[in-house]
């Protein structure tokens, strides 16, 4: 956890996640301006918002990963966090089923590893090496990892955005279904509004170093792009974005 940064002691009953006047600053510029926030036990969330505007240091916050940023704040997270990147971050030196146990210990481990590797479609591939897998199953792996560790909470920053569209959809369903199964909390940072809406039940859009909109998406789930409700949705978050028709 970031030095700056005072931990709350979490109750029982408290969320996962609290923020409180959590603030971030690089260079004198500040990107996080007081950010108040719970993500509830369980709750999958995806935070949108232009590039630029915060959303990764957000989640380093978060994850404990920027003991260097000047800040202030409270936040309290869980202690089993694990993180997704946009790249898989594999080591290339090690097989499949050896990166996803990397710092795992325990003579469960491995077999954890397996059913892991099983869960993501990656059965039979334990013994693979990273750059014998293409970019889907790279992200799957990473997952995998993720996986293996039981984790709370679940920081996803752009997961899916290195792949194609058609790998993406297959990626989103992957995604939901193991929430399903083991319903961490998520958050997952994202530029991309119809991954929001079809994915997450809540979408923050970070603005100005705030948290500019915080919206409830009430839709059943599997959802599809074509559902015309969720058309009502998406044009809330793209105004919020400041995107209007004529930009569209
Ligand atoms: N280590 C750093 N040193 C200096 N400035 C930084 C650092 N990390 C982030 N910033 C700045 O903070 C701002 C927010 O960056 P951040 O990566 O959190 O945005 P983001 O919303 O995730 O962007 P993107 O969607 O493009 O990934 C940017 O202006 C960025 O240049």
Known sequence: ?????????????EPTVQLRGLTRSFDGR????GIDLDLPAGQFT???????????????AIAGLDHSV??????????RVSVVFQDSRLLPW??????VLLGTDGREAEGKG??????????????????????GEAQRAALARSLVREPELLLADEPFGALDALTRIRMHVLLRELWERHRP?????????????????????LDQG????????????????RDPLLGEYRERLLAALGVTEDHK
Not at 30 to 33: E, I, K, N, S
């Open 1 to 13: 956890m970031a030095t700056h940064t005072e931990q709350l002691t979490p109750l029982r009953t």
């Open 30 to 33: 500040t990107v996080l301006d």
């Open 46 to 60: 995806a935070l949108l918002g232009h590039s630029g505007s915060g959303k990764s240091t957000l989640l380093r």
């Open 70 to 79: 000047t800040g202030s704040g409270r936040l309290s997270a869980p202690e």
């Open 94 to 99: 090690r097989r499949v089923l050896d990166n």
């Open 114 to 135: 397996r059913s892991a590797l099983a869960e993501v479609g990656l059965a039979g591939r334990e013994r693979a090496w990273p750059n014998e897998l293409s970019g």
């Open 185 to 205: 909390s998520v958050l997952l940072v994202t530029h991309d509004v119809d991954e929001a809406i079809v994915l997450a039940d809540r979408v923050l859009v």
């Open 210 to 225: 705030r948290i500019g909109l915080d919206l409830t998406i009430d839709r059943p789930h599997p959802r599809s792009y």
